[in-house]
């Protein structure tokens, strides 16, 4: 549970968008290689503690959110949050491979992931930037003439998240070097699927958690070309906007063209490169499967499967970025006609599967029904309670008053009044004159006398 809220899976995957008012380089660092990544990479040290029920639940929590990122990230038309919606999908992606017993395929596209990633996310951020803080992509285009760097290092990072390559043994006969010309996603992706694709020979009912894979491979073709396309392929949609638009400067556009470079080739050689290798390819965990009816795929499993799946992967992919380019450079299909005729699947997708919706009526709604009955708890019981003591309060008080005035104060000033009769009665006697005092003191001593 602690892994879906950080790394933004169904059904705690609403966050991560929202958290996209930020910086953008805040957003290339925290939503592409730190922050969002640390569950994924918890669950992915955590997996030879998981039971095969755990592995199956976190492989369908990671299906579901691919696929339902991948499909909102279509309509989506700020720049940015795009960008967001697809590393949800790609953390989905990481999710399911570690749930279908590939912890290596999630952690090895995780840093792909984490360089492509931050090279797209810098790369719109050099967008808003040249165009005056404008995020709408509909607003854009034909932008590769005025910001060439831009486009061309953005163009590398949705070649690698696209799992594109040039397969050299189609070309070349009696080739056998496999997958030569592909980017690192290329290759972090395909072990994904491949992992995939084998759970699913070994586990037929769970058939759902290849095809999601597959199908959303195809998609995310289709919504990164079609940032991509949006954005700088295409004639100007904003002529203001075109004419004042320019490149970034180097401290910006330096970082895009290092991060390219790492977006191409950190993953070279693929599962058996270096960074493969550097992860741990030598080590094996076990997972007790007895009793689970659930057959984890082991490497030599997969290993079969790796050129169908990646044929696979390829021909979705290709699919999804040859529909983009007739849709948004040829317009064979018409976008705006196809938003038109599907209307309310349109609107469903940009309300984000109305999740906020849901949220506003299971949580929110119940809980500000709740604390209205607090407060009528608090004005009529609690209140009233309060209000009848001090109510209260106020009789005793008058009566109090009423004692204190009437017994109290009256007792004591008919003391007082004695008293000063007393005194004003000792008054005839203390004269102050001194024969009066001379005349009392000698009869004073002769009545002594006598009475001695």
Request: glycine share 10%; net charge neutral.
């Amino acid at each position: 549970a602690g892994c879906v809220g950080k790394s933004a899976q169904f059904p705690l995957q609403t966050w991560l968008p929202d958290a996209m008012e930020g910086p953008t380089p805040v957003s290339a660092l925290v939503h592409s290689a730190t922050m969002v990544a640390a569950g994924v990479y918890l669950a992915g040290r955590f997996f030879p503690v998981f039971l095969p029920e755990v592995l199956l639940t976190i492989a369908y929590t990671g299906a579901i959110t691919l696929f339902v990122a991948a499909t909102i990230a279509v309509v989506a038309t700020d720049i940015k949050r795009v960008l967001a919606y697809s590393t949800i999908s790609q953390l989905g992606y990481m999710m399911l491979a570690i749930g279908l017993g590939g912890w290596l395929a999630g952690l090895f596209h995780l840093i792909t992931h984490a360089f492509f990633k931050s090279l797209m996310f810098l790369a719109s951020g050099s967008v808003i930037v040249g165009c005056h803080h404008e995020q709408e992509m509909p607003r854009m285009g034909g932008l590769r003439k005025k910001m060439p760097v831009t486009a061309y290092t953005m163009l590398v990072g949705v070649i690698a998240i696209c799992g594109l390559a040039i397969p050299l043994h189609w070309i070349i006969p009696g080739f056998s070097g496999g997958y030569d010309i592909a980017f690192s996603g290329y290759h972090s992706k395909d072990a994904i699927i491949a992992t995939a694709l084998t759970y699913a020979n070994l586990n037929p009912i769970h058939l759902l958690l290849f095809l999601a894979p597959l199908i959303t491979a195809g998609i995310t073709a289709f919504y990164m070309f079609r940032l991509w396309f949006y954005t700088f392929a295409g004639t100007p949609r904003d002529q203001e906007l075109y004419d004042h638009c320019h490149e970034s400067p180097r401290v910006m556009t330096v970082p895009l063209v290092i991060l390219a470079v790492f977006a191409m080739f950190c993953a070279i050689g693929g599962e058996g490169g270096p960074l493969f290798n550097l992860l741990g390819a030598s080590e094996t965990h076990v997972v007790d499967v007895a009793g689970s009816g659930i057959d984890l795929p082991t490497h030599s499993d997969i290993s079969r499967f790796h050129g169908q799946a990646g044929m696979l992967a390829l021909l979705v992919a290709g699919l999804g970025t040859l529909l983009a380019y007739l849709m948004y450079c040829r317009r064979q299909p018409d976008p705006s006609l196809i938003k038109r005729q599907f209307a309310a699947t349109h609107e469903f997708l940009v309300e984000k599967w109305r999740f906020d919706e849901l949220y506003d009526t299971m949580f929110v709604r119940p809980v500000h029904v709740i604390a209205a009955w607090f407060a009528r708890f608090d004005l009529s019981i609690l209140d009233g309670i309060l209000h009848g003591c001090a109510r209260s309060a106020v009789v005793v008080a008058g009566w109090d008053r009423k004692f204190d005035e009437g017994v109290i104060d009256r007792l004591i000033d008919w003391v007082a009044e004695k008293t000063q009769d007393v005194g004003r009665s000792l008054q005839a006697v203390q004269t102050g004159r001194l024969r009066q005092y001379v005349m009392f003191i000698a009869l004073g001593v002769v009545t002594l006398f006598v009475l001695i």
